[in-house]
């Protein structure tokens, strides 16, 4: 489902870093792409599935504020995002939980159940000894990006 206007390649935002700073978030040209929006401009940098469920865990769980309007991402953005995920999955065991996580994106259910979803299949997709708090792995490849680490 695509909002109109908007080409499926669009950036999608999840939310500000802080109030009126940089916004984190992905696009699509081509394959998935980790965003930064900032005052200079935007700033991309290749996505994993690691990455990406991030993403998603934090759009689930409300994890930042204030994305900016036009470009906030929407409910369908992120089931896409995830069919995405789980068409590229080979390995059943990351299959079974991206599949129940998009069932629950599809069927509506609330945020905080999705978010505990994704991040049972984060779980299955990134090996564990590197896994590291969604929030904080986000905020760190932004700071990355913006040359703040």
Do not use: C, K, N
Not at 61 to 69: D, K, Q, S
């Amino acid at each position: 489902m695509e909002r109109a206007g908007a080409p499926q390649d669009a950036p999608r935002a999840i939310g500000r870093l802080e109030p009126g700073g940089p916004w984190i978030g992905f696009d699509r040209p081509g394959a998935y792409r980790f965003i930064v929006g900032a005052d200079r401009g935007m700033l991309a940098a290749p996505a994993d599935p690691g990455l990406l469920i991030a993403l998603a865990i934090a759009h689930f769980a409300e994890a930042f504020e204030g994305a900016p309007p036009d470009l906030e991402a929407t409910q369908a953005d992120l089931s896409a995002l995830v069919t995405h995920l789980l068409h590229a999955a080979v390995d059943p065991r990351e299959r079974a939980p991206l599949a129940e996580a998009l069932d629950a994106i599809d069927d509506g259910l609330a945020g905080d159940a999705v978010a505990g979803l994704l991040a049972a299949a984060r779980l299955a997709v990134v090996d564990g000894e590197h896994l590291v708090d969604p929030v904080e792995l986000l905020v760190s490849r932004a700071e990355e990006l913006l040359g703040r680490s």
